[in-house]
């Protein structure tokens, strides 16, 4: 069932390129003919109305994916996008990549019911990834703009596209939703939601619900495992409409080991971590061997001390709150305000051999603390200790916006404001050498040595105004611009590290840009058609983090940069073409962005270290695009979609630095991590009863360095184009004594156990060469899920 990764795929993209591209040139055409007796349901929208590339995932494709599955997997067959991750749910965070148009992840923007949650990175300074957030089972749809969002969202990164997720509302019912899943490696879910319908002449409406998931890694030992709650309400207030909630998230997942082509050539994609679970002897000789020179050969089929991490894990525990007033003031004005709050703490674990539990003597005169009140012995001192990043982030903010609808002029302003608290350490414990005495999956307790940690405060202030203006039943026009502030402040609380290597010890760096415009048009053809287009200013602003941005360099690097670093600004260029109509969705859009001021953190060293970087504006990027989409019922109860997607993302500079030598020749060179060309289709059943999916998801070659090279000139730095299979089947049952509805749904991912590299850039891009810097992706699996709503 495995397409090979040669040109079959590609034959078939085109094919079904030229098939939609007929299909929007006989649009009118297709209209008139007797279509099937079937319509589409809103399961897939390609924005109506918008002005730009908008498009919508409903709550049937969210509920017809494996249970537990991120929404960001789910919207990854939309045009423009692609998404890895080395698990099959696409929840793994450390893997998690999703790049649309050529921007990764930390350039695109992020919501929940209008809820900042910063750029989802791993290491997340001002916000918190979806699958944390909320339950995928309360997902009620997520609206990807490819291009730009809107100048309201509450985003100070989405140079390309945003991402917004709204939740389902409470139901008018009295009732429980429950779910429960098994599959390959021990998977195991339940979640359960209990409605509490309306309450009284009120009209309260409110959810609770509760999620318990846990799984074995595929390979090597270890677990990944999350518990979430979710709470809802809605309270009508006369014409007004107050809705809140509060999410709480505990997520613990052991890591998959980070491959290179050296070690996939040695090792094979099977490769895993090291677990103390089955591997400490080995992990102590590993450790022994470094930390006496490698005087001797490591074990074999181990080659170098970072050929297998040991208990490496990421834990992350979360409440996220939101109270939403929609008031309006009769026909024409409405006030809509969202306050909401975040409190985080995460850990970022490995076992390493980089420090042994012995030199606390050395770093404190005693032994290192064991976590149980006692102390760790040097004739007990392990050759290993325990080191952790971590993350606290305490964060509030509001966002408001006043409507006023007068003639043919609907007009838009607000505000957002955010004030974020970031604590960023890195710590060390001690291990005993007889035994582990410390679980990877709990956070960590009394640390014999902080290396360093740093308090930061990031302030952002936006301002928006626009105007849709319906200029007669055809055209509508939208202007407006946005201004927007955003602030960090370091300061020091402990640098342990050498005199060279030390961070700031105190600053500011502030990124600003008053007037961020957009102006779009919609044109409507007739009642199916349309075009679209639409220019956006977008700047992204600068992260506050140890390990990231600007205050990841030096002491003597930031204050060489700080006065002189810009941000990182895109503006986009995008028209289209849509049709809408019983049978048929279809969009056709090209683009270009100019992409400026492109800010690069050079790494130094092996990946897992966490040296500090070099950070510069190392010039412009140009991306040129065209993307096709198409969802055709084609017969009763059968739907075909398929999307095409081709992107040219170019540095235009060289990496020079003060004195002007070219450090890298990055110029005509393609963006890492953006592949040229994808195509996703999906053919669907479904006749209320039974119901399936088969699904082809096809990513083309993607570079990993930025010379594109592994040796300087064979444009070798790239990793193969991939295609997988994916396949959903199931029964739905109504009516079944105290149940409303029944169903049963096998999900199989990647049918034809496909070995490929998933995720790139896990440690960062570098100018060329080999790096541990790739995951694998999961090989099949499947999944048995059996729901009810009673």
Same mark, same amino acid.
């Given at each position: 069932?495995?397409?090979?990764?040669?040109?079959?795929?590609?034959?078939?993209?085109?094919?079904?390129?030229?098939?939609?591209?007929?299909?929007?040139?006989?649009?009118?055409?297709?209209?008139?003919?007797?279509?099937?007796?079937?319509?589409?349901?809103?399961?897939?929208?390609?924005?109506?109305?918008?002005?730009?590339?908008?498009?919508?995932?409903?709550?049937?494709?969210?509920?017809?994916?494996?249970?537990?599955?991120?929404?960001?997997?789910?919207?990854?067959?939309?045009?423009?996008?692609?998404?890895?991750?080395?698990?099959?749910?696409?929840?793994?965070?450390?893997?998690?990549?999703?790049?649309?148009?050529?921007?990764?992840?930390?350039?695109?923007?992020?919501?929940?019911?209008?809820?900042?949650?910063?750029?989802?990175?791993?290491?997340?300074?001002?916000?918190?990834?979806?699958?944390?957030?909320?339950?995928?089972?309360?997902?009620?749809?997520?609206?990807?703009?490819?291009?730009?969002?809107?100048?309201?969202?509450?985003?100070?990164?989405?140079?390309?596209?945003?991402?917004?997720?709204?939740?389902?509302?409470?139901?008018?019912?009295?009732?429980?939703?429950?779910?429960?899943?098994?599959?390959?490696?021990?998977?195991?879910?339940?979640?359960?939601?209990?409605?509490?319908?309306?309450?009284?002449?009120?009209?309260?409406?409110?959810?609770?619900?509760?999620?318990?998931?846990?799984?074995?890694?595929?390979?090597?030992?270890?677990?990944?495992?999350?518990?979430?709650?979710?709470?809802?309400?809605?309270?009508?207030?006369?014409?007004?409409?107050?809705?809140?909630?509060?999410?709480?998230?505990?997520?613990?997942?052991?890591?998959?080991?980070?491959?290179?082509?050296?070690?996939?050539?040695?090792?094979?994609?099977?490769?895993?971590?090291?677990?103390?679970?089955?591997?400490?002897?080995?992990?102590?000789?590993?450790?022994?061997?470094?930390?006496?020179?490698?005087?001797?050969?490591?074990?074999?089929?181990?080659?170098?001390?970072?050929?297998?991490?040991?208990?490496?894990?990421?834990?992350?525990?979360?409440?996220?709150?939101?109270?939403?007033?929609?008031?309006?003031?009769?026909?024409?004005?409405?006030?809509?305000?969202?306050?909401?709050?975040?409190?985080?703490?995460?850990?970022?674990?490995?076992?390493?051999?980089?420090?042994?539990?012995?030199?606390?003597?050395?770093?404190?005169?005693?032994?290192?603390?064991?976590?149980?009140?006692?102390?760790?012995?040097?004739?007990?001192?392990?050759?290993?200790?325990?080191?952790?990043?971590?993350?606290?982030?305490?964060?509030?903010?509001?966002?408001?916006?006043?409507?006023?609808?007068?003639?043919?002029?609907?007009?838009?302003?607000?505000?957002?404001?955010?004030?974020?608290?970031?604590?960023?350490?890195?710590?060390?414990?001690?291990?005993?050498?007889?035994?582990?005495?410390?679980?990877?999956?709990?956070?960590?307790?009394?640390?014999?040595?902080?290396?360093?940690?740093?308090?930061?405060?990031?302030?952002?202030?936006?301002?928006?105004?626009?105007?849709?203006?319906?200029?007669?039943?055809?055209?509508?026009?939208?202007?407006?611009?946005?201004?927007?502030?955003?602030?960090?402040?370091?300061?020091?609380?402990?640098?342990?590290?050498?005199?060279?290597?030390?961070?700031?010890?105190?600053?500011?760096?502030?990124?600003?840009?008053?007037?961020?415009?957009?102006?779009?048009?919609?044109?409507?053809?007739?009642?199916?058609?349309?075009?679209?287009?639409?220019?956006?200013?977008?700047?992204?602003?600068?992260?506050?983090?140890?390990?990231?941005?600007?205050?990841?360099?030096?002491?003597?690097?930031?204050?060489?940069?700080?006065?002189?670093?810009?941000?990182?600004?895109?503006?986009?260029?995008?028209? *289209?073409?849509?049709?809408? $109509?019983? +049978?048929?969705?279809? =969009?056709?859009?090209?683009?270009?962005?100019? @992409? #400026?001021?492109? &800010?690069?953190?050079?790494?130094?060293?092996?990946?897992?270290?966490?040296?500090?970087?070099?950070?510069?504006?190392?010039?412009?990027?140009?991306?040129?695009?065209?993307?096709?989409?198409?969802?055709?019922?084609?017969?009763?109860?059968?739907?075909?979609?398929?999307?095409?997607?081709?992107?040219?993302?170019?540095?235009?500079?060289?990496?020079?630095?003060?004195? *002007?030598?070219?450090?890298? $020749?990055? +110029?005509?060179?393609? =963006?890492?991590?953006?592949?040229?060309?994808? @195509? #996703?289709?999906? &053919?669907?059943?479904?006749?209320?009863?039974?119901?399936?999916?088969?699904?082809?998801?096809?990513?083309?070659?993607?570079?990993?360095?930025?010379?594109?090279?592994?040796?300087?000139?064979?444009?070798?730095?790239?990793?193969?184009?991939?295609?997988?299979?994916?396949?959903?089947?199931?029964?739905?049952?109504?009516?079944?004594?105290?149940?409303?509805?029944?169903?049963?749904?096998?999900?199989?991912?990647?049918?034809?156990?496909?070995?490929?590299?998933?995720?790139?850039?896990?440690?960062?891009?570098?100018?060329?060469?080999?790096?541990?810097?790739?995951?694998?992706?999961?090989?099949?699996?499947?999944?048995?899920?059996?729901?009810?709503?009673?």
């Amino acid at each position: 069932m495995t397409a090979p990764v040669n040109m079959t795929p590609l034959t078939w993209a085109f094919n079904v390129a030229a098939a939609v591209a007929a299909v929007l040139s006989a649009a009118n055409v297709q209209a008139a003919v007797e279509a099937p007796d079937t319509t589409l349901e809103e399961v897939l929208v390609f924005g109506r109305g918008q002005s730009r590339q908008v498009a919508e995932i409903g709550a049937i494709e969210m509920r017809e994916a494996a249970p537990g599955t991120s929404a960001l997997k789910i919207i990854s067959k939309l045009p423009g996008v692609s998404f890895q991750s080395a698990d099959p749910y696409g929840a793994y965070e450390w893997s998690t990549r999703i790049t649309v148009r050529g921007f990764n992840q930390n350039q695109l923007g992020f919501t929940l019911d209008g809820v900042p949650l910063g750029d989802m990175s791993y290491g997340n300074h001002n916000g918190l990834h979806i699958s944390r957030a909320i339950s995928s089972e309360n997902i009620g749809s997520a609206v990807l703009s490819q291009g730009a969002g809107s100048l309201d969202t509450a985003s100070a990164s989405n140079l390309g596209g945003t991402l917004e997720f709204f939740s389902v509302d409470p139901a008018s019912e009295f009732g429980a939703n429950v779910e429960f899943t098994g599959g390959s490696d021990s998977d195991r879910r339940g979640f359960a939601r209990f409605e509490t319908g309306e309450l009284g002449s009120a009209g309260t409406r409110a959810y609770l619900s509760y999620t318990n998931q846990q799984t074995d890694k595929y390979k090597g030992l270890g677990e990944q495992k999350q518990e979430q709650i979710n709470f809802k309400i809605v309270q009508p207030i006369g014409d007004a409409r107050l809705t809140a909630f509060f999410n709480w998230s505990d997520r613990q997942e052991n890591d998959y080991q980070d491959l290179s082509f050296d070690i996939i050539s040695r090792l094979t994609y099977d490769w895993d971590n090291l677990s103390s679970l089955s591997d400490w002897p080995l992990m102590v000789q590993v450790a022994q061997i470094y930390q006496g020179g490698e005087l001797v050969p490591y074990p074999s089929p181990i080659g170098t001390v970072d050929d297998a991490y040991a208990n490496a894990s990421g834990l992350r525990k979360d409440k996220l709150a939101g109270a939403t007033l929609n008031l309006p003031f009769g026909d024409s004005v409405s006030w809509d305000t969202t306050a909401y709050a975040h409190r985080n703490d995460g850990q970022g674990v490995w076992f390493t051999p980089y420090l042994s539990t012995a030199a606390s003597f050395a770093i404190n005169g005693v032994g290192a603390p064991d976590g149980s009140g006692g102390t760790i012995s040097l004739a007990n001192s392990a050759p290993i200790s325990v080191r952790t990043t971590e993350y606290y982030i305490d964060r509030r903010g509001v966002t408001t916006a006043l409507t006023w609808a007068v003639g043919e002029h609907t007009v838009n302003g607000g505000l957002w404001y955010d004030d974020n608290d970031f604590n960023q350490a890195r710590r060390f414990y001690g291990l005993e050498l007889a035994a582990p005495q410390r679980d990877s999956l709990e956070f960590m307790r009394d640390p014999f040595f902080t290396q360093w940690q740093y308090a930061f405060n990031t302030k952002t202030t936006q301002f928006f105004l626009q105007d849709n203006w319906a200029v007669n039943d055809a055209l509508k026009i939208n202007f407006g611009f946005k201004s927007l502030e955003v602030t960090n402040d370091a300061t020091v609380i402990v640098d342990n590290r050498s005199a060279a290597n030390q961070g700031p010890p105190s600053g500011q760096i502030k990124a600003e840009e008053s007037f961020l415009s957009q102006i779009g048009f919609n044109y409507a053809l007739n009642e199916e058609s349309e075009l679209f287009g639409a220019v956006t200013q977008n700047m992204r602003a600068f992260a506050a983090a140890v390990t990231v941005g600007p205050f990841s360099t030096t002491a003597a690097g930031f204050a060489a940069i700080r006065d002189s670093l810009q941000p990182e600004t895109s503006t986009t260029f995008e028209v *289209g073409y849509r049709y809408n $109509a019983a +049978a048929l969705q279809a =969009v056709a859009a090209v683009y270009f962005v100019d @992409f #400026k001021d492109r &800010l690069l953190g050079i790494a130094v060293g092996s990946g897992i270290v966490g040296n500090p970087s070099v950070q510069q504006n190392v010039g412009d990027v140009q991306t040129r695009g065209a993307e096709v989409g198409a969802r055709w019922a084609f017969a009763e109860n059968w739907s075909w979609y398929n999307s095409l997607s081709y992107n040219d993302s170019e540095y235009q500079d060289d990496v020079v630095n003060a004195l *002007g030598v070219v450090l890298a $020749a990055t +110029a005509g060179k393609t =963006v890492v991590d953006a592949p040229k060309e994808l @195509f #996703k289709s999906e &053919l669907g059943f479904d006749n209320g009863a039974f119901f399936g999916k088969l699904g082809l998801d096809y990513t083309g070659e993607r570079y990993f360095t930025y010379t594109n090279d592994l040796t300087a000139g064979d444009g070798l730095g790239k990793v193969d184009s991939y295609a997988v299979f994916n396949l959903g089947l199931g029964y739905r049952l109504e009516n079944l004594g105290i149940a409303k509805n029944l169903s049963v749904q096998v999900n199989l991912t990647n049918v034809g156990d496909e070995s490929y590299v998933s995720t790139i850039g896990s440690n960062g891009f570098g100018n060329s060469g080999d790096r541990q810097t790739f995951l694998a992706g999961a090989p099949f699996q499947w999944f048995l899920s059996v729901s009810g709503q009673f």
